[in-house]
Every structure is written in C-alpha cells, then in structure tokens.
C-alpha cells in the first residue's frame, strides 16, 4: 500500500469564527467515513457535543475528544498518537481536525510534517484551512472603534493574523455582514498578508468538502514562505535604502539594530504607531531586561509585547560556552557586546517612507547605546 493514503484537514480559526458551523456542513455532505477530532481548551468540549448531534444524520463518524490542552502545544503528543489510531482502521476516507480556536496552526503543521517524515505512518497533512470571521477583521483589524467596550486586547487579533498567514485555503465566513465594498476592502487586506492562499467566501460555514481534499497537498515550506513577513525576510536587505514593494504596491522592509530599546520610548512609539503599517513582526529587546526576547508585533491598529525565552547570550557560562562548543555557527552572528541579542523587524504597509520609520525607531533606542 502506498504511504500516503489517509489525508488530514486541520481546520483552524479563531474563537467565534466558524469552525464548528464548517464542521457540521461537511460531515453532513458525504456517505464516507470519517474521523474528526476536536480540541478544545476548556474541561467540558463545547465544540465536540454539539458536532455529536449531527452523527444521526451522518453516515460513519468516529470523534475524538481533546481537552484541557492544546494540540499545538500539551497535547501534541497525544494527537498524533490518536491520529496514529485513527489511520489504522482502513476504512477511514479522511480525517478532520478542528484546532482550538487560540492553536498556533504553523505549531501543529511542523509537528505533523516531522512525524511524517519520521515514521512509515498512512496519513499525510492534505489541507491547512484558516477560518476568518470577515465582519470581525472589518471591524477590529480595518476599522477598530477606539471607544469600542468590544475591542479585546491587541494580542487577540495578531493570533487571528497569525493564523491567517499560516494556511493553504482561507475561508472568509460571515460574509452576509459586510457589504460588497466592504468585503472588497478585506478580501484586499488579507491579500496582503497572505500572498498564495486560496480565499473561499461563505455564509454560516456553507462550503462544499471537495474544495479541501480535491486540490494540491499542502507544502508546509511553500506556505511558511507565503506570508508578507517571511517574504520581507527572505528578500529585503536590511542595508538596502529602499523598502522591497509587490506587484500589490505593498511595501516592506527589515529593521535591524543591535543596540537595545529604551522601553518607554517604544511604547510611545506603539501609542503613536504610523497608520501608513499594516503590519510588523519581530524579535527585540529593552535595555531594562538584556536577558529576555521580545515578541513584538502589530496587526492593523493593535500592537503587542510578549516576553519569551531567553537570549542565549544570557544563558549561564557554563552551558553557553557548552552549546558554543557543540554548535559553532552560533559565534557566525555573535556580537561581541550584545552577543544574540539584535531588534530585527519585519515592517509592512503602504505609502510609508522607509527612512521615516527607521528615523522613529532609532529614537527609541536608549541614549548612551546610539550610534
């Protein structure tokens, strides 16, 4: 039998944007068996009993239950080794896997193609699709309402843009909401963030199961490479004067500095981000913390700081000298001052001027550091 038999949908999306409703249209679609799994990250599967009530309705289906975790992440593990069990019965057409509506969906895909690649497993990642609430990217991502009591925290919306990025098919849902012009303007903006993606429009979720299994397999390298920001990264030279632009007239360009952040004046920054941005992603770092990585990213009119792991360099001296003799190519970027640590940006918009919003970000930087 040949190795890749068994394909897999992982349907994506955040809180509130369909992924249920999706679900419940194709399972109801076809006289084929099935096995779904459902993660969710409460104690009681929401999700999972209300999917359980179509199953009169619904030829063969066989669900999993996966909670109090997430598949990108705590449950990684016991995904795959229920995706393992599922492929084993070879009765099974396919299967689908709705992620919990805050799962990192590039996360999920690394670990599925590793395994792939790793072991003689039956099953293969056939589809990534992200489900967007088109009404709530208008709302909050293109026309946010400052005094708004709904607009949650600036985080929320980069997860909806992360997970926009990463995926082979995107599928607007709630369409009905928005007018013809309005639903240009979104169609428009997530073109620009997501270059290759197929974007499928719908109502209540109501779309046809061949548009995700009859189409090309999903190329985890391809997609990590479809997103504007990667795309900045690979192609535009930091030392460039000029900012990289695409056939849409959307233009980007990588900061990178060595020399840290004064953290209250990249705050001010944010407060005051250029509208001109659609959106930035990166690594800093602040010169009241030199020991952790700094998420920073902006979606829009919101914007967020996360503090993550170490910088290497701030590793005990025993264990960084260790790694440095294991792997050697760490020194290739090392500075001799700041060691790892670097600001490295990815900035995209339109009609901005480059040599402006680096003026405003090398104001940020703390005083007795400039250049």
Request: charged share 30%; hydrophobic share 35%.
């Amino acid at each position: 039998m040949s190795k890749r038999e068994v394909p897999v949908v992982l349907i994506t999306g955040y809180l509130g944007s369909g992924k249920t409703t999706l679900m419940q249209h194709l399972l109801m679609q076809e006289e084929r068996k099935v096995a779904l799994i459902v993660n969710d990250m409460g104690s009681i599967n929401i999700d999972a009993s209300i999917l359980d009530k179509t199953k009169n309705q619904v030829q063969q289906i066989e669900m999993v239950e996966m909670q109090n975790g997430c598949i990108c992440c705590t449950l990684r593990d016991e995904f795959m080794e229920e995706i393992e069990r599922l492929a084993e019965d070879y009765s099974i057409d396919a299967i689908f896997v709705e992620a919990s509506g805050i799962s990192e969906p590039s996360s999920i895909a690394g670990a599925f193609v590793n395994y792939e690649e790793s072991t003689d497993t039956r099953v293969y990642l056939k589809t990534v699709v992200s489900v967007v609430d088109a009404d709530r990217i208008y709302r909050e991502f293109l026309h946010e309402l400052s005094e708004s009591d709904d607009v949650e925290d600036g985080d929320i919306i980069n997860l909806i843009i992360d997970q926009i990025e990463f995926c082979n098919v995107m599928l607007l849902n709630k369409i009905d909401l928005l007018t013809d012009s309005e639903l240009q303007e979104v169609k428009s903006a997530l073109r620009n963030l997501q270059k290759t993606a197929e974007i499928i429009t719908c109502v209540n979720g109501n779309v046809d199961l061949d548009k995700f299994i009859n189409r090309d397999d999903f190329d985890y390298d391809e997609v990590s490479a479809s997103s504007t920001v990667q795309q900045a990264l690979n192609d535009c030279d930091p030392k460039d004067s000029k900012a990289c632009v695409d056939e849409y007239g959307i233009s980007s360009f990588v900061y990178e500095e060595k020399s840290p952040f004064n953290r209250e004046a990249f705050n001010s920054f944010v407060e005051n981000y250029p509208e001109t941005l659609i959106r930035s992603k990166g690594y800093i770092w602040f010169s009241d913390d030199e020991e952790h990585i700094q998420l920073f990213e902006q979606a829009g009119r919101n914007a967020s700081v996360t503090e993550l792991t170490p910088w290497i360099s701030a590793w005990p001296k025993e264990e960084l000298d260790s790694l440095i003799k294991d792997f050697p190519d760490i020194c290739d970027d090392w500075d001799e001052q700041y060691g790892d640590r670097l600001n490295q940006v990815v900035f995209i918009g339109k009609g901005f001027e480059k040599k402006e919003i680096i003026k405003l970000l090398n104001e940020c930087l703390e005083k007795e550091k400039r250049a």
